[in-house]
Each structure stands twice: as structure tokens, then as C-alpha cells.
């Protein structure tokens, strides 16, 4: 099991930036892909991106895609979800997630019933 602990939401004006960051324990973080997710009130849990176990691969929701930017530094086990441009229809809480399955294919992976741990979630309020 990977414990996950999300950090860096806030309040942030249209067209703004946040970076948020996600930090792991466990020496088996390094083997599995990790990926944001969205959950806006009254809405169901969203894809956000994922980002491969070795951070070669990236694969993004098209909502989100050319705006936000996912990184890992493994040596350091964190995550990392760099956001701009943002939207109001970006609020939401951000949670990151463990994969389920070891060096699988991040595109392949955009249910969260494919990620097994999860953090408490940081909130992302974007005004108009």
C-alpha cells in the first residue's frame, strides 16, 4: 500500500496558475503509474491525466489537454500536476492515485476502479 498526501490547491482568478503536488510513501511507488482525478460537487469523479511509472508517458483528458502538465521525480516520490489557464469549470477537489497494476500503459488507465490508493484530496477553486 502507498500512502498519498495532496498539496498546493487554493483560490486562483481565471486564467491563473497552481501547481499541486502529491507525495507517496512506499518503495514500490517507483513501479506503478499515478494519475490525478476531479471530483466537482454533485459530479462524479473525473479523469485528470496519468503519468507512466518511469515518467516517459503522459496521457491527459481532453478537457484539460495543452493546460495542465503531470511529472513525477521517482527519487523523491512525488507527483506533480501543473495547472494553467485555469477554468472555473476546473474547481473541483484533485485527488492523486496509485495504479493497480504494475508498468501498465497510462493511456489505458482512466477509470478510478483501475487505481487502489488514494489521497484525502486538495481543493481547486477557480473564480470568474
Known amino acids: 500500500q502507498v500512502q498519498l498526501v495532496e498539496s498546493g490547491g487554493g483560490l486562483v482568478q481565471a486564467g491563473g496558475s497552481l501547481r499541486l503536488s502529491c507525495a507517496a510513501s512506499?518503495?514500490?511507488?517507483?513501479?506503478?503509474?499515478m494519475a490525478w482525478f476531479r471530483q466537482a460537487p454533485g459530479k462524479e469523479r473525473e479523469f485528470v491525466g496519468a503519468?507512466?511509472?518511469?515518467?516517459?508517458?503522459?496521457y491527459y483528458a481532453d478537457s484539460v489537454k495543452g493546460r495542465f502538465t503531470m511529472s513525477r521525480d521517482n527519487a523523491k516520490n512525488t507527483v506533480h500536476l501543473q495547472m494553467n489557464s485555469l477554468k472555473p469549470e476546473d474547481t473541483a477537489v484533485y485527488y492523486c492515485?496509485?495504479?493497480?497494476?504494475?508498468?501498465?500503459?497510462?493511456?489505458?488507465?482512466?477509470?478510478?476502479?483501475?487505481?487502489?490508493?488514494w489521497g484525502q484530496g486538495t481543493q481547486v477553486t477557480v473564480s470568474s
Open positions: 503519468v507512466s511509472w518511469n515518467g516517459g508517458r503522459t
Open positions: 512506499g518503495r514500490t511507488f517507483s513501479q506503478y503509474n
Open positions: 492515485a496509485r495504479d493497480r497494476v504494475l508498468f501498465s500503459n497510462p493511456a489505458a488507465r482512466t477509470s478510478p476502479g483501475e487505481y487502489v490508493d
